[in-house]
């Protein structure tokens, strides 16, 4: 249980997270954020740059940087 002040910093965390991934969405930032299991049943393969990656840290199996 949260009391008022863990509640509002709470509540502030969650509205800016929202309101960066908002901005990052409206500039078209959409890093990949691959993994075997979220690959497997992705619905957007031919938009997804992940293919960018080396095959090797596609998984994070490697130091890959985001794309």
């Not at 740059?49 to 940087?65: I, P, T, Y």
Request: hydrophobic share 30%; aromatic share 8%.
């Amino acid at each position: 249980k949260l009391d008022d002040d863990q509640w509002r910093a709470f509540a502030e965390l969650v509205e800016e997270t929202v309101e960066r991934c908002d901005r990052g969405a409206r500039q078209g930032m959409f890093s990949p954020q691959p993994s075997e299991e979220a690959c497997r049943y992705c619905s957007f393969p031919d938009v997804c740059r992940v293919v960018e990656l080396d095959a090797g840290d596609a998984f994070g199996k490697g130091g890959g940087q985001d794309v």
